[in-house]
């Protein structure tokens, strides 16, 4: 093996570690108050959240599409609709700053959840009702 052969993987492997070292340290330094592990913990929830709203639309898709009308439940899908306007209402008044900072799963998961209720729950009207 040629030295430059050995070389390649070990400068790649630092300049790797330093690349990791320094968006941490830039992250620590931009979110002082709750750290680079708080602010991973607070995007990965607003994502959580935002997948709940998917997963509460598409469960009341199913419920008033595919079963009979005898068979659906009006106070499964009232819960299942107060659970998607909960959701966007804490978006609405307590996330915009934070889903504004940047791009990424959280935003992404929340794009996604309201083109579905765009698609499949025009009624609820959520531009209207949460035009933040």
């Given at each position: 093996?040629?030295?430059?052969?050995?070389?390649?993987?070990?400068a790649l492997l630092v300049i790797a570690m330093t690349s990791i070292q320094s968006g941490a340290s830039l992250a620590k330094s931009l979110f002082p108050l709750i750290g680079p592990e708080g602010t991973t913990a607070l995007r990965l929830s607003l994502a959580?959240?935002?997948?709940?709203?998917?997963?509460?639309?598409?469960?009341?898709?199913?419920?008033?599409?595919?079963?009979?009308?005898?068979?659906?439940?009006?106070?499964?899908?009232?819960?299942?609709?107060?659970?998607?306007?909960?959701?966007?209402?804490?978006?609405?008044?307590?996330?915009?700053?934070?889903?504004?900072?940047?791009?990424?799963?959280?935003?992404?998961?929340?794009?996604?959840?309201?083109?579905?209720?765009?698609?499949?729950?025009?009624?609820?009207?959520?531009?209207?009702?949460?035009?933040?």
């Amino acid at each position: 093996m040629s030295r430059s052969t050995l070389l390649l993987p070990i400068a790649l492997l630092v300049i790797a570690m330093t690349s990791i070292q320094s968006g941490a340290s830039l992250a620590k330094s931009l979110f002082p108050l709750i750290g680079p592990e708080g602010t991973t913990a607070l995007r990965l929830s607003l994502a959580a959240l935002a997948h709940a709203i998917l997963d509460a639309s598409v469960l009341l898709r199913y419920e008033t599409f595919l079963l009979p009308e005898d068979k659906r439940w009006e106070q499964w899908q009232a819960a299942q609709q107060d659970k998607i306007e909960r959701a966007l209402a804490y978006f609405e008044q307590d996330c915009l700053a934070e889903l504004a900072s940047r791009f990424d799963i959280a935003a992404i998961g929340l794009a996604c959840a309201l083109g579905y209720l765009d698609l499949r729950q025009p009624q609820l009207g959520w531009r209207k009702r949460f035009p933040g």
